[in-house]
């Protein structure tokens, strides 16, 4: 199963959808592209700027671990940016998608915007809501 960083982020920062992005970890066999270091990053640091928290979680020196699977972002590239014009939706989410097809397995995401983008598409089967 393919995560993307709007999961992820529920594992460092406890919001609406934490519990159930705790219980994908159990089951492990988790992957993703390494996208999704940058954009957690990214997303602490906003948390961060709106006062959320005063220091960086603890958690996020071990988010690699999480995962059994990185995959460059340099292989998915092109299918990802093929997938950012089907769907006319940031190329971002579509670097998970991509990695989801190329690997044959389910995409999780807490992203509504991309899980709209996808419903009306082919890969809507693939692309599941965390809640």
Known sequence: MIVDASVAV???????????????????????????????????????RRGDFAELPGGIATLA?????VMPCATLMMPAARLAVELDHPAYDCFYLAMAIAEDVPLVTADRRFLAACARTAHAARVRALT
């Open 65 to 69: 671990d999480c995962f059994q699977h």
């Open 10 to 48: 529920k594992w460092l920062i406890d919001e609406p959808g934490s519990d159930a992005a705790d219980r994908l970890l159990v089951g492990g066999g988790l992957g993703s592209p390494d996208l999704i270091f940058a954009e957690v990053a990214n997303t602490l640091w906003k948390a961060w």
